[in-house]
């Protein structure tokens, strides 16, 4: 059984910074596409930062310069450097892990229960 979970989330001011964690656990094989979206009240998810095939990043506009994704291979973890947060940042923030298992060489989606950041003006 894989679990995505996440940590870190919390009520900062805004110019405050939070890092975010996502714990990938159970039976993985490899995890070529692994990320972060958020999801605000009343809006769409959108994607934050993601690392790609290989070592490739990608950000939002939003975030470009604030954030910093990175990761640690060994164990299977994310993380999501937020820098000058902003109100606009208040959203849940959820993991997103493209991987495959043991068991099936198919890549599948796996996604964390979310965190919520919170920043105040």
């Known amino acids: 059984q894989v679990q995505l979970v996440e940590s870190g989330g919390g009520l900062v001011q805004a110019g405050g910074s939070l890092r975010l964690s996502c714990a990938a656990s159970?039976?993985?094989?490899?995890?070529?596409?692994m990320g972060w979206y958020r999801q605000a009240p009343g809006k769409q998810r959108e994607l934050v930062a993601s690392?790609?095939?290989?070592?490739?990043?990608n950000y939002a506009d939003s975030v470009k310069g604030r954030f910093t994704i990175s990761r640690d291979n060994a164990k299977n973890t994310l993380y999501l450097q937020m820098n000058s947060l902003k109100p606009e940042d208040t959203a849940v923030y959820y993991c997103?892990?493209?991987?495959?298992?043991?068991?099936?060489?198919?890549?599948?989606?796996?996604w964390g229960q979310g965190t919520q950041v919170t920043v105040s003006s």
């Open positions: 997103n892990a493209i991987l495959t298992t043991p068991s099936n060489r198919i890549p599948l989606v796996y």
């Open positions: 690392f790609t095939s290989g070592d490739s990043t």
């Open positions: 159970g039976s993985i094989s490899s995890i070529p596409v």
